[in-house]
């Protein structure tokens, strides 16, 4: 691991807010007196009624509660758009780029979202939905998934959105899961020149999906689809008939602002659920910390909004400070390797937040498709997602930078709302691979593996201390399992799921999952969402999924299966069942390997060891340990012998 030290660049120390002293001091002050700070932060948002309460919290079990801001009133939707219509009504806020580069790019103005937001939030009103209500949004990366997110917010409707990627038994599920009887989606998507059959998804889904009642469908491509009267209805027919002006709804601040499923290490994806004032207040502090954000500067967010960074860092954060926030419908390596760079010198990108996976899969393809380009409008860069090797960090530095932007190494979840763990421009001396130090308000602790705090240079399991307003405050449908999932672990803490190594300069170092989750491409994938997949198929009889190293995704996705009996293992049934899991919850779960095993290692209790199971996905065969506790030993040999890939 590479300890080099890049220091604050001059122009970075005098133009930053927060200068190298003054970050110890708002860290300091943020957690001596988190009243007064947060409440003084509470003052970036537009109140309908200011809070005069900040955090009231406890992660004990007799006493396990969170809010934050609770007395405060305010719109989500009106802090995003509305506040900005007098300083800035002109000004771009959505800059949307197409799939197809010879297209026209769209923008919007501030005004102009406006009357977008108000419209789709009559469309929804007229269909019936209230305050409260939950609306599945299965969109594509067009402007309309933001107007339908901010529309949701302006009149209290609680928002899920699921990712366009997947398949139409996981929209189900997600769907049921929150009971939602409104699914907003579009005619197909467009990616890297491919078309995604969104419409028709929505039309599986919705045989096992028994809620569902109304499906309002944006025209995007054009392409045919089957509209089935008194369900569905056309969004461009519905905005016809609905009034242009649409007041914001005031919210309580601990009201639900949206829903986001995500993979855990067991059981079905987990509803996480984020407030509305304490998220938003999250989003917009971090945006402006992190990236030194100015209004007005263009800012790139190459995320989908099916993720959590595309709701805090493409539409949350990035409008609340009055951004100006480009929105991308296609894929960094179409046509080619260049996309990327082509879109920020048209658009004179200053600021660039992507994953290391896209990094690496452009890494590559060599320089050239970067050198082609200018990039000179770059000021900073971005990672998130999966810790970032040093070596794909050094290529976005020097090659894509040119060593004169900063990288801010953004370590989070979708569970903690915005970034936890990351530098400062103007004030982290940076390090290849770390997410340095933690943000003001943030207090990280590692753990040893009975819950012992460590310090001083260490390594162990990542918790936070304390509860900051950008917290999930619960899963929904389920509080006990939120509770179980991340307090229990190490009890009056907030558990990451996160392994991490903390240097002699107090720098944090995430090492990636300790629990039963994959990080594939930056995604997450819970080993017992792809096992529950597998074992649908009528042909296995059990199945263990671990994950492996891959040079492009990080994780690669590693399947034992065993089959039942009578039941050939060929390579037409590896390939039918690698489509089965794309087919039962979408192509980011497909295995990279498939190994047919005829026995799982496991204990004489029946418990699968997985420890066994990834050393030989690793190919780190040598050091198995000790299997003599198996209820049969030998299983290990025959998987050893016909190990995959
Ligand atoms: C934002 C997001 C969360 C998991 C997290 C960790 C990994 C995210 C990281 C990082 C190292 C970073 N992760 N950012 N690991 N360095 N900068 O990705 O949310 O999809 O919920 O994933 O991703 O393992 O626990 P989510």
Redesign the pocket.
């Known amino acids: 691991m590479s300890e080099s030290v890049y220091p604050v660049p001059e122009a970075w120390a005098r133009r930053a807010r927060v200068t190298e002293e003054g970050y110890e001091q708002l860290h300091g002050r943020s957690l001596a007196d988190p009243g007064s700070f947060w409440l003084e932060q509470a003052r970036r948002l537009d109140w309908v009624k200011r809070p005069e309460l900040a955090g009231d919290w406890s992660f004990d079990e007799a006493d396990f509660h969170i809010s934050w801001f609770a007395d405060g009133k305010l719109n989500v939707a009106a802090n995003c758009v509305d506040r900005h219509l007098a300083s800035r009504g002109d000004q771009i806020a959505i800059l949307w780029e197409p799939d197809e580069p010879s297209e026209e790019p769209r923008r919007y103005t501030y005004r102009q979202l406006h009357a977008e937001v108000c419209r789709f939030a009559n469309v929804l009103k007229a269909q019936g939905v209230a305050k409260g209500d939950r609306v599945t949004i299965y969109m594509p990366m067009i402007p309309e998934a933001a107007f339908a997110v901010l529309a949701c917010a302006r009149i209290g409707a609680v928002h899920s959105v699921v990712f366009g990627g997947f398949s139409p038994e996981a929209l189900a599920g997600r769907i049921v899961d929150c009971d939602s009887s409104v699914v907003i989606t579009a005619d197909e998507g467009r990616r890297g020149g491919k078309k995604v059959p969104l419409k028709a998804n929505v039309d599986m889904a919705a045989a096992h999906a028994p809620s569902l009642e109304t499906v309002i469908v944006v025209q995007a491509t054009g392409g045919a689809v089957e509209m089935k009267a008194g369900r569905d209805l056309w969004y461009h027919e519905a905005a016809e008939t609905v009034a242009g002006d649409c007041p914001a709804e005031p919210m309580a601040a601990e009201d639900p602002l949206f829903i986001l499923y995500?993979s855990g290490s067991t059981g079905k994806p987990k509803g996480v659920l984020h407030s509305s004032a304490g998220y938003l207040l999250w989003a917009s502090y971090t945006h402006e910390l992190v990236f030194d954000y100015r209004p007005a500067e263009i800012y790139w967010c190459a995320a989908d909004i099916g993720?959590?960074?595309g709701h805090s860092y493409i539409v949350y954060g990035p409008l609340a400070n009055g951004a100006t926030t480009l929105m991308f419908e296609g894929v960094p390596n179409w046509p080619d390797a260049s996309r990327i760079w082509q879109v920020v010198d048209r658009h004179k990108v200053e600021i660039l937040y992507t994953?290391p996976t896209a990094l690496r899969s452009l890494m590559r393809e060599g320089d050239s498709y970067v050198s082609a380009t200018s990039r000179a409008s770059l000021r900073l860069l971005g990672?998130?997602?999966?810790?970032?090797n040093p070596e794909a960090w050094r290529w976005y530095h020097d090659v894509v930078g040119e060593g004169r932007c900063p990288i801010v190494?953004?370590?989070?979840?979708?569970?903690?709302g915005g970034m936890l763990?990351?530098p400062l421009p103007g004030a982290t001396q940076l390090k290849p691979g770390s997410?340095t130090r933690p943000l003001p308000g943030v207090d990280p602790q590692i753990v040893d593996a009975d819950g012992k705090v460590l310090t001083g240079p260490t390594e162990g399991n990542l918790c936070i201390a304390r509860s900051w307003p950008g917290q999930m405050r619960t899963v929904w449908g389920d509080h006990e399992r939120f509770f179980q999932t991340y307090f229990t672990t190490y009890p009056g803490k907030y558990f990451?799921?996160?392994g991490c190594r903390r240097d002699e300069d107090g720098y944090y170092w995430?090492t990636?999952?300790v629990d039963d989750?994959i990080?594939v491409s930056?995604?997450?994938m819970g080993t017992a969402e792809v096992e529950s997949a597998l074992v649908l198929h009528p042909k296995v009889a059990e199945a263990a999924v671990v994950g492996m190293p891959h040079d492009i995704k990080g994780q690669g996705i590693y399947a034992y299966v065993t089959l039942n009996a009578n039941c050939v293992a060929d390579e037409d049934l590896r390939q039918e069942l690698r489509n089965w899991v794309r087919k039962e919850i979408g192509p980011i779960a497909t295995p990279d390997a498939l190994q047919f095993a005829p026995g799982l290692p496991k204990t004489r209790s029946g418990k699968i060891m997985r420890r066994i199971l990834r050393k030989i996905a690793e190919n780190d065969v040598g050091s198995l340990g000790d299997t003599s506790t198996l209820a049969d030993p030998s299983v290990v040999d025959d998987l050893v012998k016909n190990r995959v890939g």
């Not at 953004?410 to 903690?416: G, L, N």
């Open positions: 995500t993720w959590v960074t994953a990672s998130v997602g999966e810790p970032i190494d953004t370590w989070w979840q979708t569970e903690t763990i990351s997410a990451t799921g996160d995430i990636g999952r989750v990080n930056g995604h997450r």
